[in-house]
């Protein structure tokens, strides 16, 4: 099976302040990985993924993540946060062969401060 | 517009009686997956299906039910038998194997009282 470890459970910053979740994972084939934004009492949305091609990978709301096989991490970031990005953020890894099952990392709270 | 529908949003029972979470999707998608979150804990997976009259379980299947009878249809049902069912229940849905890429419901919040 797949683990996902999400290294930071809260983070707290300043608004237009950078910031990075990290996200790492366990696997000895190839992965498809993705990050998943989650608002209060909503379903989940998806911010970005990685299949293949470049390891930088660009997605909505101005975040991106780099995908690192040599040290297995694929963290998120944004150059400068807004009030409205105050949400969980959910780190996801799956094989292909493995029919598609996602396994999710325990999500990192994310609070953005006037 | 496509996607998935979740309901009720919220949903009350008392203890020791069976509750049948609606997970319907319009995206003509193969798999569906439900999930149960808690706080702290993440997304764990109940059950999924990868094609219609077959499901498997999950990592922590004991206590529910589900059936696939139609494509756009995946109900889950809560049992008696689940020691601890106050959650937010997450449906979701993909396009089929190696795909990966989910699209979620909105949630059903049940409490069990």
């Known amino acids: 099976a797949q683990s996902v470890t999400q290294l930071d459970s809260q983070v707290p910053v300043f608004e237009e302040a950078p910031v990075e979740l990290r996200c790492n994972y366990s696997s000895s084939v190839s992965v498809y990985l993705f990050w998943y934004v989650q608002y209060p009492n909503q379903g989940l949305q998806l911010l970005l993924k990685y299949l293949s091609g470049s390891t930088l990978v660009k997605g909505i709301n101005g975040f991106e993540a780099e995908f690192n096989k040599s040290q297995t991490s694929f963290h998120l970031r944004k150059p400068s946060v807004h009030i409205s990005d105050t949400a969980e953020y959910f780190c996801a890894v799956t094989r292909g062969s493995t029919l598609g099952r996602l396994y999710f990392g325990r999500g990192t709270q994310l609070t953005v401060w006037p | 517009d496509g996607g998935i529908t979740q309901s009720p949003k919220y949903l009350f029972r008392k203890e020791g009686q069976n509750v049948t979470l609606s997970c319907e999707q319009n995206l003509n998608h193969d798999a569906m997956y439900w999930y149960r979150q808690d706080p702290g804990q993440g997304l764990r997976l109940i059950y999924y299906?990868?094609?219609?009259?077959?499901?498997q379980k999950g990592d922590i299947a004991e206590g529910y039910s589900v059936s696939r009878e139609k494509k756009e249809s995946f109900p889950l049902t809560v049992t008696s038998a689940q020691k601890n069912p106050t959650a937010f229940y997450l449906c979701?849905?993909?396009?089929?194997?190696?795909?990966?890429?989910?699209?979620f419901g909105s949630g059903t919040r049940l409490t069990v009282v």
């Open positions: 299906s990868q094609i219609v009259n077959d499901f």
């Open positions: 979701a849905s993909s396009p089929g194997a190696g795909s990966g890429g989910y699209t």
